[in-house]
């Protein structure tokens, strides 16, 4: 079992930047690829990023590329998300999430329903 607990999130001018953190209960975190999501209202949750369960391999949507960069601290049991140069359409709530399974393959991103565990989110706003 995973519990994962988001932080981080506020009001932020555009341009601004912002980091949130995911803080994981549990022993095995480093077990786990970790994925943040977002989802705006009106809006189904879209993928933002992940970092496989090794920190070796990272992938980030198009509309954040270059942008945010996630990271995780195992001795920790963290992952983060800096998000920089936000815009107005980043605004949604944040979740972070674990797979269901430890250990999963390096060679491309989880799927939406292949994280098994979430946060409860924390709400990102950016004004213009």
């Known amino acids: 079992q995973v519990q994962l607990v988001e932080s981080g999130g506020g009001l932020v001018q555009a341009g601004g930047s912002l980091r949130l953190s995911c803080a994981a209960s549990?022993?095995?975190?480093?077990?786990?690829?970790m994925g943040w999501f977002r989802q705006a209202p009106g809006k189904e949750r879209e993928f933002v990023a992940a970092?496989?369960?090794?920190?070796?391999?990272?992938y980030y949507a198009d509309s954040v590329k270059g942008r945010f960069t996630i990271s995780r601290d195992n001795a920790k049991n963290t992952v983060y998300l800096q998000m920089n140069s936000l815009k107005p359409e980043d605004t949604a709530v944040y979740y972070c999430?674990?797979?269901?399974?430890?250990?999963?393959?390096?060679?491309?991103?989880?799927?939406?329903?292949?994280?098994?565990?979430w946060g409860q989110g924390t709400q990102v706003t950016v004004y213009s």
């Open positions: 999430a674990a797979t269901r399974t430890p250990y999963y393959n390096d060679y491309h991103a989880p799927m939406l329903d292949e994280y098994g565990y």
């Open positions: 549990g022993r095995t975190f480093s077990r786990y690829t």
């Open positions: 970092i496989s369960w090794s920190g070796s391999s990272r």
